[in-house]
């Protein structure tokens, strides 16, 4: 991602440096005193010392103006606790004196920011190039600022010196960790569970059984024998119906209802299971769309592809509301609901939502922070379960991979589990 220049009006003064300060001003009193005492001898060292500070004042000011810096970001989209090469590409004419360039870069990108990346150039290349890089590795989703690169131009005694943004900030995306998982609930992607599916094979008709290819984690009790035999390979029955309006994900992203900090906190937890599951169900062909809890729209049916998703995931920041009301869960679609803490009187404005079941991960958010006492993960946990909800309770200890596991075991054998 390169950096247009600045231009050369950018930048702040800084002038003479104490050591030029201090020089300018003992060779003006060398010169005064001179005068005084009628040296000539020694007015020409008070004025050749003085004019020193005043030259490389101008040398300084020479490169200031003739460099340019463009920052690329390899890659600038990744996943959070990859790595990422930060290359500053330095044009201008030769150097008559030192450049030290500062980066900027914050601490979920790579360094500490009491330690940002510094560099000093005494020379370019012969074409007047010089290429310099450095690693971050975020340990944060997010969009982070890399920059700006400011750059402090000195001359070879460091007599004066010229401080100036020579590149702008640049846009680094950390995508939010995904996770294999296998498997789905029965009643997501199958047709099954919903409202409306028992309709389907009412009456007298041509069924709408369709077949593809067996894929790993698919119910052996879905494989079609008379294609299977036809084929020589494992098919399983399809049942799309056009009514389906797909599956609908609703993420809690409440401040309120997470604790921990940074990477491993629940929230990060709940952003990293959503991204796991949404890719899980698009890589099966699954319409989906994704929520926040107020019904903000991060991803519509049929945008496709995982790329907006998770860029929208690796911008999503928390939100300061503390209820879970909000615009009602369409009832021909499913849902699964990855829930932090849930205050009293919150499971029945979720359900006030959905008219029908659903699926739900529920943070037992007390795990992650057990000062700030019991987050009721059981009772609420219990009341969605009553309500004809699937849920799993997923801990710190857990994985997003095994609380879907949990989910799926849980859902297909009728009743619910919770991730260790």
Known sequence: MPDSPV???????????????????????????????????????????????????????????????????????LPVGSAVSVVLHLQGRRLLGALRLTDTAPDAAGPHPDAPPRFTVHRLSSRGGAT??????????????????????????????????????????????????????????????????????????????????????DEIRRVHWRSTARYDELMVRLEE?????????????????????????????????????????????????????????????????????????????????????????????DVLAILGALAPGQVEALLARRTGGGHAVLLDTSTWDPARGDSGAAGNAAALRRAGWHVTVATAASTPARAWDDLVAGAASGGTRGAP
């Open 241 to 333: 119906r056009p009514w389906r309006g797909g599956i609908t994900v609703l993420l809690d992203r409440r401040d309120a209802a997470h604790r921990g900090r940074g990477a491993d906190s629940s929230l990060e937890f709940a952003v990293t299971l959503a991204a796991s599951a949404c890719v899980h169900l698009l890589a099966r062909g699954e319409p989906l769309s994704l929520l926040t809890e107020d019904g903000v729209e991060l991803t519509a049916p049929g945008t496709g592809g995982q790329e907006p998703l998770l860029d929208a995931l690796a911008a999503l920041r928390p939100s300061a509301r503390t209820d879970l009301a909000g615009p009602e869960l369409s009832s021909g679609t």
């Open 7 to 77: 231009p050369d009006g950018g930048g702040r003064f800084s002038g003479l440096t104490t050591r030029g300060r201090c020089l300018l001003a003992g060779g003006i009193a060398t010169a005064v005193c001179a005068v005084a005492l009628d040296e000539r001898d020694l007015l020409r060292v008070g004025a050749f010392v003085a004019l020193l500070p005043v030259l490389a004042l101008l040398l300084a000011a020479r490169t200031r103006r003739t460099v340019r810096v463009e920052r690329e970001l390899r890659p600038p989209r």
């Open 132 to 217: 310099l890089t450095y690693p971050l590795h975020p340990v944060l989703r997010g969009v982070h600022r890399v920059g700006p690169l400011t750059g402090t131009m000195s001359d070879p005694l460091g007599l004066a010196e010229f401080e100036r943004e020579l590149a702008p900030a640049g846009r680094l995306v950390v995508l939010p960790r995904v996770v294999a998982l296998r498997g789905l609930p029965p009643a997501i992607g199958a047709g099954e569970g919903t409202p409306g599916a028992a309709l389907a094979h009412q009456g007298q008709g041509a069924s709408d059984v369709l077949i593809r290819p067996y894929r790993v984690g």
